[in-house]
């Protein structure tokens, strides 16, 4: 990855004071670990559901949504509302209604019909424990449930409709929902790189641009500082996917928590198979170095988004 | 039904000229012609998906939304903000809201893991048309276009996130996912009229409700507006369930243009199972006319609602 501290330090000596409060105050691990216990507090209060919702519907919204994971596009909310100068508990709301996105995302991406998944986040999938009817159900609670939490928590309004605006496009008919499809067709139709890109840009890297989005707009950010984190969540989007790939030909099942060599078996469009794994390695590598490069208009307050980019290809889950 | 004009008529003589305008301006029909093709329109527009939406997503969501049917929910926004005395034009992002919402649920539905059905609105459903996969994608991407159009067309922007809470709570967990969820459990459990009652008070009813609080909300509508509207909506979504009910006994399916006699075969709790044909006409026929005693707070202005009322037990699709 690039360094800009180093940078920094070489054309301003003067700036070695401020270099040190650039450091990092929390390692990336105890960051994510303070701000997971806040994200997954918020969502255990938001799908307690006490009044009118039956309780098998409940049980499976929790089962999917409260599983242990990575908690990876809320964590981006967080980060880049503080990159932009505001706490991160005014970004919570927006935190959670992009992992109910994700997660109605999985639930359903996981029905026979479409991946036919059984295992995911190191538990069974929700229609394998529910049935098929309740999962779809599930999916279909949690994707409307994100836009309340969003149109009802957010404040003001007018950011709350943006941020409402702005998440329906990412993970609707022209983003996620739209990736999907096309992610389908192309089992049957194959593909190049320009369409693997093409169909990722849309399947993660709407949901990735759109969580440091909200993030920004809830801490009204500057024009510039959206601009950088459009550029930096579309590289790590692509980053994210290629070692997604990478890691269902060599990874861990067990690590993963979900069926991994199901991308070949299922004849994918993938990086690994379109460019090797090598070339995909390092396409990875580039990006992440990219996605860095667009944060220095942040200084150091975007130093957690900097240390996730580079946690996430040499993660191993 | 109340005859309220006539009440009116009754008690002062002298409202004579007054009764002469209350008296509807356009026939029942004409009015629900013209606010249909300005409804349809509005959704034709707001499913060309010109960038970046797969043809086959595009095409499975059109084939459900813009087939030829009643539009009831979208009439009822439409109709409740020109009795809160505002333009119907600048309810009609939340009127295709509603619509949306409404199909999609109908596509959901009628997969072949929930009700298996293979006709609605006089055509293949989605599923047998495009394939569950599609058809589930094509579900997912209406519900999150139902958002988008709320928090980005609706003014001002608190209305708009106002109207999207509460369209949240009426589809999701607590309302019509929540109902439909419970209607699934009781086909192996039972129940009474009670327990029917709950399900459609959650699964048709929420949604009869909202759509008459989002034209309200859209048209600023005073709290007592809100209190008529709300018993309006829930008595009426009763009836129509009772009358729903009766058409699956006794309907035609050409009329209908869906599968008729399917909840006797699939053990479903009905009214004319619970009641018999002829208590469910009744209750049908009382529910309406309390329906119309809510509405005596707008006087002249909700006469296209008092005509909708009479029209929903009288119908035969």
């Known amino acids: 990855m690039v360094s800009r501290y180093v940078t920094l330090l070489d054309s301003h000596p ?5 270099l040190m409060v650039q450091t990092p105050a929390l390692s ?18 938001y799908t307690a559901f006490e009044t009118e919702c039956p309780d098998v519907l409940r049980e499976a919204i929790r089962h999917s949504l409260l599983a242990p994971c990575k908690r990876l596009r809320p964590l981006l909310v967080l980060m880049a509302a503080e990159a932009c100068g ?29 991946d036919d998944d059984d295992l995911r986040r190191g538990r069974p999938t ?4 529910y049935g098929e009817a309740t999962a779809i159900l599930a999916g279909d609670a949690l994707l409307t449930e994100a836009f309340r939490v969003l149109a009802n928590d957010i404040a003001p309004a007018h950011v ?10 990412a993970a609707g008919a022209s983003g996620m929902v739209g990736g999907q499809a096309a992610d389908l067709a192309a089992e049957f139709q194959g593909g190049d790189v320009q369409d ?19 993030g920004a707009l809830v801490a009204k950010a500057a024009d510039e500082q959206l601009v950088a984190l459009d550029t930096y969540g579309r590289k790590l989007g692509l980053a994210f996917q290629i070692t997604d790939d990478l890691l269902d030909v060599r990874g861990d099942e067990h690590a993963m928590g979900k069926r991994i060599g199901k991308d070949a078996d299922h004849g994918k469009l993938t990086f690994p198979s379109l460019l090797g ?15 860095c490069s667009a944060l220095t208009v942040f200084e150091s307050s975007a130093s957690q988004l900097e240390a996730l980019a580079c946690h996430i290809v040499e993660r191993n889950r």
Do not use: N
């Not at 709350?160 to 496009?169: D, G, P, S």
């Not at 890297?205 to 969580?211: C, I, L, N, P, T």
């Open 196 to 214: 693997l890109e093409a169909i990722h840009r849309r399947k993660t890297g709407a949901m990735f641009r759109v969580s440091l989005r909200l």
């Open 28 to 45: 990336l691990s105890t960051y994510t670990e303070e701000a997971r216990a806040e994200i997954d507090a918020a969502l255990e209060r």
């Open 86 to 114: 505001c706490d991160r508990g005014a970004a919570i709301p927006a935190a959670c209604a992009v992992e109910m996105i994700h997660t109605y995302s999985l639930i359903h991406d996981d029905l026979p019909a479409m």
């Open 160 to 169: 709350a409709a943006r941020c409402c605006v702005e998440l329906a496009e």
């Open 14 to 18: 003067t700036h070695l004071d401020r």
């Open 277 to 291: 794994i090598e070339e995909s390695q390092q396409r990875a590598a580039s990006l992440i170095e990219e996605a």
């Open 126 to 129: 929700c229609h394998a424990k």
